[in-house]
């Protein structure tokens, strides 16, 4: 069978999301508000979701192996979480006062992450990383922000800068160049930026070192999402606590993807802890969240009552109660063993993915850690953005679209997140179908 006929099987498929998207399409550009979710010919319209399951307007149930972009790590439409929000909204959904759930939100968090003694929320992991770079400028006095090549850390322009860079743009691996990751980014983003290369400790220190009296901060994910959920080596993070401490830099963790590895995140995970945490997704239990936390002197750049000179945030939404309540009754339900359970599951998807390219002899390789997985169609080592951007895109989008028509839904990278509700058996099928698109594929 030819790609061909699968997208043709795809168009036949879906005959009521493409009605949708055409629809959708005369009053919103791309029909939809989020361009990550966009794919050629057209995305799937999802109605429902179940456990482990996804329901689109034209009745296909699909298998979620994505989870809204790891999100939903208990799973679509869990009963306590579903309680939980319908108790809140019959008592009201937001206030102009602060409400009692967001404190202990903010308790369990503090209590579960080590260096985050205080924090606070908004509504975005975008809003989360704008603020911890704020809150470095102010602390430091200082204006430059650092970032790794290939990462992504949200919509704003500090950080749109060098996510999937055209190589041809960027400079040499040891000396890479800011790259806008598209026009109306402003100039001065590139100019208040450095881009180090990921998981190179050399490089890195040598950037860091040479640009210091001009650095607040240092933004980076423990696991890069980005490039295929792919762990830093941990002499580099090492490297990234030993050299920002040394020069007054305040060291960022995003850990909005990585904080579902273990109950105290990625940063407990490698055991290096950072100055400020930005937070995001599973917090939430699937209501739009964002958090940034870390020591009390930094934090206490927030407080209204103590200083004339506090770092202005507001926001109409922030700490409202449903997504508390939400995020609250999903951390609850998340216990030391519920985290091994879910890393084991993700182990086994990922190697069951490694036997199943050998034995096809095909160019194709996984990453990640945890519940957190993606296939790389390159059979290079992936271990920062110059090696991801070896995968064959075209065979990448063949997957992902032959997938979906045999129903599994991971996101149109070809990464994914296993949820407390995916199953052994589904894993088992989702391996077998990959299996059979790959031997169509001639492999
Ligand atoms: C690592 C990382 N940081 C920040 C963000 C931005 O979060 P949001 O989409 O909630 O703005 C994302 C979103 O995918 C992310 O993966």
Redesign the pocket.
Known sequence: MTFETDIKRYINNNPKSKKLHDLAKKVMPGGDTRNSIYWNPFPIYLSEGNGSKVKDVDNNVRVDLVNN?TTLILGHNNKNVRKAIINQTEKGTSFPAPTSPIIELAQILCERVKSVEKIRFVN??????LNAIRASRAFTHKQKIVKCEGA????HDAVQISVTPDLSLAGSKNTPKPVKAFEGIANSATEDILIIPFNNDEVAEKIITENAEEIAAVIV?PIN?QCGMIPAKKSFLEKLRYITKKHNIVLIF?E??SFRISSGGAQEYFDIYPDIT?F??IIGGGMPV?AFGGNKKIMNLWDPSKSKKYVQHAGTFNGNPITAIAGLTTLKSLKKDTYEKLNKKGDYLRNKLSDLFLEMEAPLTTTGVGSLFAIQCTADQVIDYRSYSKNDQVLLNKIFISLLNSGFLISNRCSGSVSVSNSYEEIDSFVLSLKKILSNLGY
Request: glycine letters at 24%; aromatic letters at 4%; a negative charge.
């Open positions: 972009m975005s992991g975008t809003e989360a990383t992504y850390h949200g919509n994910e999402g995003d909005v993807i930005c995001g997704k964002g």
